[in-house]
């Protein structure tokens, strides 16, 4: 008799709820369309907290001159055999964010926020993303630069064009202050895109910087465990770092390549925009034989995000080998 009571009361809730069901929606709400959750990854080294936030992916059509050294479809095949689009070239950007304990350090700066407004949002996003992060640019001590090129310097600005980073030092490479701040390198640098890179410079680094700005040179700490190195070709002050702390450390590319699927599988390839093609690439080679004999952890700035893994040497040339993503720092 209770059994059958039971049954009763629970059919009666039941009918009295239907109408309730059938007014609920029939889906839940949507996301907003094309957007991507903010995109930084953390991971450590010894005692150091890497941040790697994205700028964004660039994405134009393969040009003849892209690869300046090799035809055009040798390049589409090798962008196919690495399930990328033939005739498309993706460039991601990966700044950092690094807390050594002592001092809170950006490592490049990315595309800035007047690249986010051309772009409709695919590049300049450090700023957002960074603030996604839990960091505040008053906060930042030190900004230390790899070179002059506008997608490594021009988030030195927010968008008025005052620093970003109010209260921190900028450091820059010695050699690649000197030559860019060099009138008569400029007067002979050719027209278009290199004149370009001079011009972009001096405007970044005028805006208010230059009271703050401090050149370093190779072979010492630019930040507590941060050593910077000599990696010239891409620029001719062009400089990676090597992070350590205790018995931990990873090194940090910059721009040694670009696209991996084309300059780790190639390192022979010339890239449309290093400066010194034939440098960049003896320095490629001489990086890439270290951290494959050294088995060292690699970041970097064009790599797919989170843009960080290992070099192992492949035939005449390397391939890179993604970390695995963690959930847990």
Do not use: C
Request: proline share 7%.
């Amino acid at each position: 008799m209770d059994l059958t009571r039971r049954h009763a009361l629970t059919a009666t809730a039941a009918l009295a709820a239907a109408p309730l069901l059938k007014a609920a929606p029939a889906h839940a709400a949507a996301p907003a369309a094309d957007k991507q959750a903010p995109s930084f990854y953390r991971y450590r080294v010894g005692d150091a907290q890497v941040n790697v936030i994205s700028d964004g992916i660039n994405t134009f059509p393969l040009s003849d001159g892209f690869v300046t050294n090799v035809m055009k479809d040798e390049v589409s095949e090798a962008l196919e055999a690495a399930f990328l689009p033939k005739d498309k070239i993706s460039i991601q950007f990966a700044p950092l964010v690094i807390n050594t304990g002592g001092k809170l350090v950006v490592l490049d700066t990315g595309n800035g926020p007047g690249a986010f407004a051309s772009s409709k949002g695919n590049v300049g996003q450090f700023g957002s993303n960074m603030a996604a992060a839990g960091f505040d640019p008053k906060a930042v001590d030190l900004v230390v630069i790899s070179h002059f090129h506008a997608d490594h310097i021009n988030g030195l600005l927010d968008a008025s064009g005052k620093p970003a980073f109010p209260n921190a030092e900028v450091l820059v490479p010695a050699a690649e202050w000197k030559y860019f701040m060099d009138d008569g390198e400029m007067s002979r640098a050719p027209s278009g895109r290199m004149q370009s890179v001079f011009q972009t410079a001096r405007k970044v680094f005028d805006a208010g910087l230059n009271k703050k700005v401090t050149p370093y040179e190779w072979g010492k700490d630019v930040a507590p465990g941060l050593l910077a190195v000599e990696t010239r070709g891409h620029t001719p002050g062009h400089t990676s770092f090597v992070l350590s702390s205790g018995a931990d450390k990873v090194f940090i590319q910059s721009d040694v390549t670009n696209l991996p699927a084309l300059f780790v599988a190639h390192p022979g390839w010339h890239l449309m925009f290093d400066q010194d093609p034939a440098m960049a690439e003896t320095t490629r080679r001489k990086t890439y034989d270290m951290l494959a004999a050294e088995k060292m952890r690699v970041q970097g700035f064009h790599f797919p995000f989170p843009a960080m893994g290992h070099v192992a040497k492949d035939g005449d040339g390397y391939r890179l080998v993604p970390a695995p993503w963690s959930p847990v720092i």
